[in-house]
């Protein structure tokens, strides 16, 4: 498979997941951008256009894993201070597994239901 080719099956994957997805300001939408350097997340007001909370694991010791549940640690708490209690969840083209697994399921016990 070519690299064209892989990145027009991500592009996609993505497009169908956000087809589905739409955050308000009651609702945002949970953005995950996961890549090899690391892991970027956004709370997103789509009817706005406004991001309303947003983070990344750059100052995070650990495994990638290990930073992803730190990481949702830390955004549970900057979201409930911005009066965020429910959320969408978007993976974008990542499958529910690994770090973004991790993520959703400590930002699931910090307070978030989505």
Do not use: C, W
């Not at 997805?21 to 892991?39: H, Q, W």
């Amino acid at each position: 498979m070519s690299l064209k080719d892989k990145q027009s099956r991500k592009k996609f994957r993505k497009q169908r997941v956000r087809s589905r997805i739409f955050g308000t300001s009651k609702r945002p939408r949970i953005s995950v951008r996961a890549s090899l350097i690391g892991m970027f997340v956004q709370f997103i007001d789509d009817e706005n256009g406004k991001t309303l909370v947003s983070s990344r694991d750059k100052d995070i010791k650990g495994t990638k894993t290990e930073k992803a549940k730190a990481l949702g640690e830390k955004l549970g708490q900057e979201a409930k201070k911005a009066g965020i209690s429910v959320a969408v969840f978007d993976r974008g083209a990542n499958k529910y597994h690994g770090r973004i697994k991790a993520l959703a399921d400590s930002l699931r016990e910090s307070g978030l239901k989505f």
